[in-house]
């Protein structure tokens, strides 16, 4: 018995008798062993404990000393090969797995016994399917001597099939990146196509037909210089819409204002209004502004059947924002959706989502539509 404030002391008697004189005599001596009753308790706690941190590890874990004799064999092991602890203990490593001793198990557990670390990557273990990674390190004793090693298995199968699908994903994302560039290249093409068949075509052909009509005299030599002229026009119209100059020389703000002047009023009345700074932007968002502002106009043009449009640009807080809004016919929002609705949204959409951007349309058939765009300045 020990008091709430005293130590616990542990003590060991020994018993022995003796005869005296025809008398026997009992003799008895006590020794303290609180000090050694402590350092068993310790090294069984210790001990306790280490196996606690072996059999709850996620890893396989092997110890092995100089002569390459299992020294410790967890539970993660036992699961992994169907050998206990008790089977393996004491055992060369080699003949547990002797296919490992010429290959690079067997160079690690060489190196690791010369005082390095190593580390293997995606090996295939246990006769099973997985991936896995073994990671070698040397024990020392307490004059930094190589006593042994200590081997750790991670099992890294469903890192590896994450990393795998992230790559899939990846190459998935690149496909659709080059698809989107590629439709947006070919509208492009065919919207070019159309402007010169239709445009330009259609008055060349007609100023060859009155030049070959001699009989018209000085008008038609006229008739023939005017539509030369309105082909002029019209091959400076696809110029610009191809490569405006003026975006170079005089930046995004001159660009739209001049975009808008070529538009014919008696067809559709624009108002334009731009907020912020646009002397400063990179090369690449500049044209990626001027050509979705380009196209959602010409889309109007083509589809929505307005008389006015509305047209803000505004530059803050490190983003660009567009918003087109026009009074005209609308249609269902999952029209828009479509692939190949016919509305004429797939390029700018798919130039928003190179720039990985954010659009947003709200329409309603006769109540007219707003296209909304919001773009990172980096």
């Known amino acids: 018995m020990v008091g709430p404030n005293e130590e616990e002391m542990w003590a060991e008697i020994s ?9 026997s005599i009992l003799h008895s001596v006590v020794r303290d062993i609180t000090v050694q009753r402590g350092a068993r308790e310790q090294l069984r706690r210790e001990k306790e404990f280490s196996e606690s941190l072996l059999d709850n590890s996620v890893d396989g874990i ?12 967890n539970q993660v092991m036992e699961q992994n090969t169907h050998k206990t602890e008790a089977e393996v203990l004491g055992k060369d490593i080699f003949d547990l797995f002797p296919r490992h001793r010429e290959g690079l198990e067997g160079e690690a557990v060489c190196r690791v016994l010369a005082g390095e670390r190593v580390t293997h990557y995606n090996l295939k273990l246990y006769g ?7 990671y070698f390190v040397p024990l020392l004793n307490t004059e930094a001597e190589v006593e042994g090693g200590l081997v750790l298995i991670r099992d890294v199968t469903e890192r590896v099939r994450l990393a795998e699908e992230a790559t899939q994903l990846k190459l998935r994302q690149q496909q659709e990146v080059h698809s989107a560039i590629l439709t947006t290249q070919e509208e492009e093409r065919k919207r070019i196509a159309e402007a010169l068949h ?26 023939a210089l005017a539509l030369l002229e309105e082909a002029i026009k019209a091959t400076r119209t696809i110029s610009f819409e191809l490569t405006p100059g003026i975006l170079q020389d005089f930046g995004l703000k001159s660009a739209l204002e001049e975009l808008v002047k070529r538009i014919p009023h008696a067809g559709l009345h624009v108002h334009l ?15 990626s502004v ?16 307005a008389r006015e449009t509305f047209v803000h640009v505004v530059h803050e807080d490190g983003h660009i924002f567009i918003s087109v809004e026009d009074d005209g016919q609308g249609f269902e929002p999952a029209q828009a959706k479509a ?18 951007g954010t ?14 765009i919001e773009l990172r300045v980096k």
Not at 129 to 134: D, L
Not at 210 to 221: D, H, I, P, V, Y
Request: hydrophobic fraction near 35%; proline fraction near 3%.
């Open 290 to 305: 001027y050509r979705i502002v380009q196209e959602l106009l010409n889309n109007i043009i083509k589809h929505a059947k």
């Open 198 to 223: 239709n445009g330009v075509g259609q008055l060349l052909y007609a100023t060859k037909l009155n030049l070959e009509n001699r009989a018209g005299g000085n008008s038609s030599r006229v008739s």
């Open 62 to 73: 092997i110890a092995f000393d100089a002569q390459h004799r299992v020294t410790a064999w």
């Open 15 to 23: 018993l022995t008798s003796f005869s005296l004189d025809g008398q």
């Open 273 to 287: 209004y731009m907020k912020g700074d646009f002397d400063k932007l990179p090369q690449q968002l500049e044209v």
């Open 359 to 372: 659009l947003s349309i709200d329409s309603r058939p006769g109540r007219g539509t707003i296209v909304s």
């Open 128 to 134: 099973r399917p997985g991936h896995f990674e073994s």
């Open 339 to 356: 692939k190949h609705s016919g509305i004429g949204l797939t390029s700018i959409r798919n130039r928003v989502d190179l720039l990985a």
